[in-house]
């Protein structure tokens, strides 16, 4: 599979307003924190990228006393972290060989970010090994094989193949976190409307999803030549688009 080199991705990943808006207050971080008791929460948002998911919790979640931790492969997404972030241990590193201990952590976030791994099963042994018992880890991503209508695909259909490359599908996740020793509950949120190319047309251009820099730039430059030319001539044109997003709670038992 290839991957995304995010040194040249990270000064403009924020410019894509679709992903702060679309932060949360993390319901599993939320239920885990009433369902467990403790003094302190040790919690780690893995490939924490430029800290939006850390920054939208630290935000909310003020009346319990957490240890915050990020690790990320790329030194200039955790730049851009370090700049929205205070009192947070950032670390540089991968995956695949995390340098924490065994058992650190009560609850792993893990946003957008499982596809670009390329030992997937190695991460999977790693976050086992970091987080303790009864510890959560939260998988959330899109789940590409439930939206093959994406308005990505229909303008740039080369994506597609190079998604269906690096995502595990929903089974695959289950199968392998279960024999792995975790309980795990996968829920897909799906939806199938009509959106305007206008709309759109901002994203496509600033390149930062990752698979659009995973195609080769002449098949790019095609894509937003029609996206561009569909808006020119019909600025209020519609397309079919699906989306679907996949929130997998999964607890070392
Ligand atoms: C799409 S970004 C997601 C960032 C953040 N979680 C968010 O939701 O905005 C994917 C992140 O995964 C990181 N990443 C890719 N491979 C990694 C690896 N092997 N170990 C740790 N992080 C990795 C990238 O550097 C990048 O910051």
């Known amino acids: ?30 239920n885990y924190i009433k369902t467990n008791n403790r003094t302190v929460y040790d919690v780690l948002d893995l490939s924490c990228g430029t800290g939006l998911y850390l920054a939208h919790q630290i935000k909310h979640l003020t009346e319990q006393k957490i240890n915050w931790n990020g690790l990320d492969a790329s030194k200039e997404m955790l730049e851009k972290a370090n700049e929205k972030l205070e ?18 952590f009560d609850y792993i976030a893990n946003t957008y970010a499982f596809h670009h791994y390329r030992y997937k099963e190695q991460a999977l042994d790693e976050i086992y090994r970091v987080l303790r018992p009864n510890g959560v880890y939260l998988m959330h991503n899109i789940a590409v094989d439930d939206m093959p209508r994406w308005w990505l695909y229909h303008y740039f259909p080369t994506a597609q193949n190079e998604d269906q ?12 976190l279960n024999e792995r020793g975790f309980k795990v509950d996968v ?28 195609i ?38």
């Open 187 to 214: 829920k897909i949120d799906y939806q199938l409307g009509e959106v305007k190319v206008a709309d759109y047309l901002p994203y496509a251009e600033n390149r930062d999803i990752s698979v659009l820099t995973l």
């Open 1 to 30: 599979m290839k991957t995304t080199d995010y040194s040249k991705l990270a000064s403009r990943y924020d410019k894509n307003l679709y992903r702060s808006i679309n932060v949360e207050l993390d319901p599993h971080l939320k």
């Open 165 to 176: 490359k690096r995502f595990w599908d929903k089974v695959m996740i289950f199968e392998q």
């Open 216 to 253: 080769s730039d002449e098949q790019y430059q095609e894509g937003l030549e029609r996206m561009r030319r569909d808006v020119m001539d019909a600025p209020d044109k519609t397309v079919v688009n699906d989306f679907a997003e996949m929130r997998c709670v999964a607890k070392k038992v």
């Open 87 to 104: 009192k947070v241990s950032l670390l540089h590193g991968f995956v695949e060989d995390m340098p924490y201990p065994a058992q650190s």
